[in-house]
T-cell receptor, first 114, second 113 residues
Framework: DQQVKQNSPSLSVQEGRISILNCDYTNSMFDYFLWYKKYPAEGPTFLISISSIKDKNEDGRFTVFLNKSAKHLSLHIVPSQPGDSAVYFCAASPSGAGSYQLTFGKGTKLSVIP | DGGITQSPKYLFRKEGQNVTLSCEQNLNHDAMYWYRQDPGQGLRLIYYSQIVNDFQKGDIAEGYSVSREKKESFPLTVTSAQKNPTAFYLC????????????FGSGTRLTVV
């Protein structure tokens, strides 16, 4: 039973356009969400996070939106750059502090075409 | 510089042999984790440890073993009982959970020949 779902295994976007990566979750106990970026043969690196008390968090070109009622979050990258080409993992945790475990989605491979 | 070190980067093993992957962190994190990544499978949790001398099975622990004798170290042994050991293995650690979640190592690519 997948508690965090990334239904699009891959996404191609033209350079300069917006990339939108989606993530759905089923566990209503999740209240902290993160996005990680992973290049081939490297470990994932933290990108951006959001707590359930917010519906939006922005960091430069990256914005994460959270819709708690729909149990859905999305990552927007504007403008997309070729260096953004990577696999993006959505992850969720049941609490913001004191919880040790993240549940990951299967990832979405983003390709930004020059 | 604080971080997680996984070694080696690439590892080749003959069928039927056990092999140990190293993971060391100097972040003073309490918890450590091992994940396996296969194409199209995302990150699957093998084992995790929240404290020294204690560890728990994850979703795919069969054929693997771990130890946590020191806070800094969490080695993973891939035994001959693991049917499909060829994969990319990632180690991670976390402190009191914060906005950054886990810190990951750079991974070890294990190939069975």
């Amino acid at each position: 039973d997948q508690q965090v779902k990334q239904n699009s295994p891959s996404l191609s976007v033209q350079e300069g356009r917006i990339s939108i990566l989606n993530c759905d979750y089923t566990n209503s106990m999740f209240d902290y969400f993160l996005w990680y970026k992973k290049y081939p043969a490297e470990g994932p690196t933290f990108l951006i996070s959001i707590s359930s008390i917010k519906d939006k968090n922005e960091d430069g070109r990256f914005t994460v939106f959270l819709n708690k009622s729909a149990k859905h979050l999305s990552l927007h990258i504007v403008p997309s750059q070729p260096g953004d080409s990577a696999v993006y993992f959505c992850a969720a945790s049941p609490s913001g502090a004191g919880s040790y475990q993240l549940t990951f989605g299967k990832g979405t491979k983003l390709s930004v075409i020059p | 510089d604080g971080g997680i070190t996984q070694s080696p980067k690439y590892l080749f093993r003959k069928e039927g042999q056990n092999v140990t992957l190293s993971c060391e962190q100097n972040l003073n994190h309490d918890a450590m984790y091992w994940y396996r990544q296969d194409p199209g499978q995302g990150l699957r949790l093998i084992y995790y440890s929240q404290i020294v001398n204690d560890f728990q099975k994850g979703d795919i622990a069969e054929g693997y073993s771990v130890s946590r004798e020191k806070k800094e170290s969490f080695p993973l042994t891939v035994t001959s009982a693991q049917k499909n050991p060829t994969a990319f293995y990632l180690c991670a650690s976390s402190g009191q959970f914060g906005p950054y979640g886990y810190t990951f190592g750079s991974g070890t690519r294990l190939t069975v020949v």
